[in-house]
């Protein structure tokens, strides 16, 4: 082959390898977000955190937010308004605290708008809405607790929720629906129960373990006391934990 012929053989290969180098590079490049679409503006996705953010400590304050909702509804339990209502200021002070501290994370939204609900179901001193606005709001609030990856936050607050829904229609002497929150209670602890077992607290665990179950055959048995005795143990051992991640 001539020497003329193959510099424009090497000339097209060169070509060919810039231009698909040119198309892999677009291809790479994330596409523009589009300004508009069929039915308005597209959805603005809220950005993930900074990869070293993901895994800090939650604020205090979000545990102490447990800690209040317990209070709650203990007051609600018993019907003791006063102990209701001044549950509720302290969650709303502490929330407005912790509102400033986590900006607009996953949940943060939602948490106000039930924490306005259970205001509003507290001072008409509607009883099961106040429940179900307190679980919400603390559902939200787990939420949050899933941006913090290192914390048993959430799980902690989900098992306290679970808690809650059992607690309530045993009150009510519902039973049927008790069975059926203390199923879910038992199987919200089988997957979260991992997130907690740490040296310095596994004494606690194994004490809510069988608590939880020994609630799933209270409640079972229609037997309210055998009932209250293992919440009152759940109790002491999940505020145990709670305090012992308090601030890791």
């Known amino acids: ?88 200021s302290t969650l709303q002070t502490t929330w407005l605290e912790t509102r400033l501290l986590i900006g607009e994370k996953k949940g943060a939204k939602e948490a106000d708008e039930a924490l306005q609900k259970l205001s509003a179901s507290v001072t008409e ?38 808690v809650r829904n059992v607690s309530f229609y045993v009150e009510d002497r519902n039973w049927s629906k008790a069975a059926s929150k203390a199923k879910e209670l038992d199987d919200t602890w089988g997957q979260v129960k991992p997130s907690m077992e740490k040296v310095g607290i596994l004494n606690e665990i194994t004490k809510t373990h069988v608590s939880i179950k020994q609630i799933k055959d209270a409640v079972n048995a229609e037997n309210k006391g055998a009932f209250e005795d293992q919440a009152a143990n759940i109790n002491e051992s999940m505020g145990r934990i709670r305090e012992f991640y308090r601030g890791k």
């Open 1 to 88: 082959m001539s020497t003329w012929k193959r510099k424009i053989q090497y000339w097209g290969i060169a070509c060919l390898i810039l231009s698909l180098l040119s198309s892999g590079c677009s291809m790479l490049t994330p596409a523009k977000k589009p300004e508009v679409g069929p039915t308005g503006d597209p959805i603005s996705a809220k950005p993930n955190p900074p990869f070293a953010e993901r895994f800090w400590s939650p604020p205090e304050e979000l545990y102490d937010l447990e800690a209040t909702a317990g209070v709650i509804f203990d007051g609600l339990r018993t019907e003791q308004w006063p102990q209701v209502e001044k549950g509720l």
């Open 125 to 162: 001193k509607r009883a099961p809405e106040v429940y179900e606005n307190l679980n919400r709001f603390m559902g939200s609030i787990s939420e949050i607790g899933k941006s913090y990856k290192l914390s048993p936050l959430s799980d902690i607050i989900a098992v306290g929720n679970a």
